[in-house]
């Protein structure tokens, strides 16, 4: 999901999170105190910044699920997360979906039903 070294807590203990393409740092009191995020404050924080912004921050790199026979995919910060969508859509379309892991070089899996 994610390098903490993006998560470093501010002197008051509050985690941060940076995006060089916003060119801005924020820290996570709102996602600890008024959504109640707890440990996922950072994973709470990259989504909702992907939903508007149309990327994560920085050194969040998500799990990347794709069809290969319609243009149904989606991303995800969970391996578990995006299992589960490949599966059931190959399941339930009897379509091959790649499972694409964060950049860390491990190879794309595919996924087929069964």
Do not use: K
Request: proline letters at 7%; one cysteine or more.
């Amino acid at each position: 999901m994610t390098d903490d070294s993006s998560a470093d807590p501010s002197e008051s203990g509050v985690p941060t999170v940076a995006c060089t393409q916003c060119g801005r740092a924020w820290d996570l009191d709102y996602e600890l105190e008024e959504l109640y995020a707890g440990n996922r404050a950072v994973e709470q924080f990259a989504l909702d910044h992907e939903r508007h912004t149309g990327h994560f921050p920085d050194d969040v790199t998500p799990w990347i699920v794709e069809c290969r026979q319609c243009p149904d995919g989606e991303q995800y910060l969970e391996e578990r997360s995006a299992r589960r969508w490949a599966e059931t859509h190959a399941r339930h379309t009897n379509h091959t979906v790649e499972l694409q892991p964060p950049a860390d070089g491990t190879p794309v899996e595919r996924i087929n039903a069964e």
